[in-house]
């Protein structure tokens, strides 16, 4: 755990900025672990987008009776979680940014911790671990910082960071001119390595942090052809905005994205066979000799063999390892 013995140094402001749609059922939960924050120099900013639910009337009663400084904004139509956070964003005056989902909550300690780690080293991003809130109601660890105790350049926290921006504290002028997409799926996976580009500084904590709810209804976890199509946008987005540096990163990333998570997902979204093999052959033309990038030996031996059956053009073993996937999603 964290010290917590330097109370009285922290004075600077952070905004946490929660999307809320439909979130009725989740949203109580959520501000339940704001209140018990040990760090109390925050305000919350909540961006209710277009529920049809009883999510804003809820959010009101919340702020009603809670001693937190809460704004409610009320969006006119349902933009998605990126717009949402880009209007909470706009709305903020903090020196730094915390995220959180409507249906996850943070444990106590999140904002002291990642606050004074940000203060001891004038950090711009700080990143923890998260765990995973199981549907039987069991927890797992979501570890993950650890490989930055032998990955810890710039070009490794880009290539090898968290996939969301729930699990980062940024400093908030990190976002001028640089607008979280509108996108369904993979915001975030698009706008982190432009921020981790943009930043000084960055660093990482290896404290479990943030509580991830596993829902059967969760964007993460429910796929589409749509979230296909999402990510193959978020790979295109973070290659029209990047420079020449870190281009090892760069091409990792894009395994990342979409090697794996967009042919992944159109396997189980059923896309169109010649459209998942016509995106592989796009990316391996844009990236000669991928499979020689250095961060693939950061992967787990699963993730590994899927990236070789890509290489090999083994569609059968590709298609039986997205059913075993599945099977051991459920």
Same mark, same amino acid.
């Given at each position: 755990m964290c010290s917590t013995g330097k109370r009285e140094k922290l004075m600077s402001?952070?905004?946490?900025?929660?999307?809320?749609?439909?979130?009725e059922k989740y949203i109580k939960k959520c501000f339940d672990g704001l209140e018990k924050q040990i760090f109390k120099e925050f305000d919350v900013i909540v961006i209710d987008d277009f529920s049809t639910d009883n999510s804003l009337n809820i959010l009101y009663k919340i702020k009603q009776k809670s001693k937190l400084k809460i704004k409610v904004i *009320?969006?006119?139509q349902n933009v998605g979680p990126g717009e949402a956070r880009n209007v909470g964003i706009k709305a903020s005056d903090s020196e730094?940014?915390?995220?959180?989902?409507?249906d996850d909550y943070y444990e106590e300690n999140f904002l002291y911790c990642l606050y004074n780690k940000a203060v001891e080293q004038s950090a711009d991003v700080v990143m923890c671990n998260s765990k995973l809130k199981l549907q039987n109601g069991s927890f797992r660890n979501n570890s993950y910082t650890n490989i930055f105790k032998l990955y810890n350049t710039k070009s490794d926290y880009i290539a090898l960071s968290r996939t969301s921006l729930c699990y980062l504290l940024l400093r908030r002028n990190l976002f001028e001119d640089l607008p979280i997409p509108s996108l369904r799926n993979g915001e975030d996976m698009a706008i982190i390595p432009l921020l981790l580009a943009k930043a000084k500084i960055i660093t990482h904590i290896d404290n479990a942090l943030y509580v991830?709810?596993?829902?059967? *209804?969760?964007a993460s976890v429910s796929v589409s052809a749509n979230s296909f199509w999402d990510l193959l946008k978020c790979q295109q987005i973070i290659e029209k905005s990047w420079n020449k540096e870190y281009q090892e990163a760069l091409q990792f990333i894009g395994i990342k994205n979409v090697l794996y998570s967009a042919v992944l997902i159109g396997i189980k979204a059923k896309v169109n066979t010649?459209?998942?093999?016509?995106?592989?052959r796009?990316?391996?033309?844009?990236?000669?000799?991928?499979?020689l990038n250095s961060y693939i030996k950061t992967l787990d031996f699963r993730h590994r063999f899927f990236l070789k059956t890509i290489k090999y053009r083994c569609l059968v073993?590709?298609?039986?390892?997205?059913?075993?996937?599945?099977?051991?999603?459920k």
């Open positions: 402001k952070i905004s946490v900025i929660i999307p809320c749609y439909n979130a *009320e969006m006119k730094y940014l915390a995220f959180c989902d409507s991830y709810c596993v829902r059967k *209804e969760s010649k459209v998942i093999k016509d995106t592989i796009k990316f391996e033309r844009e990236h000669n000799k991928w499979y073993l590709t298609k039986a390892y997205v059913f075993l996937h599945s099977l051991l999603m």
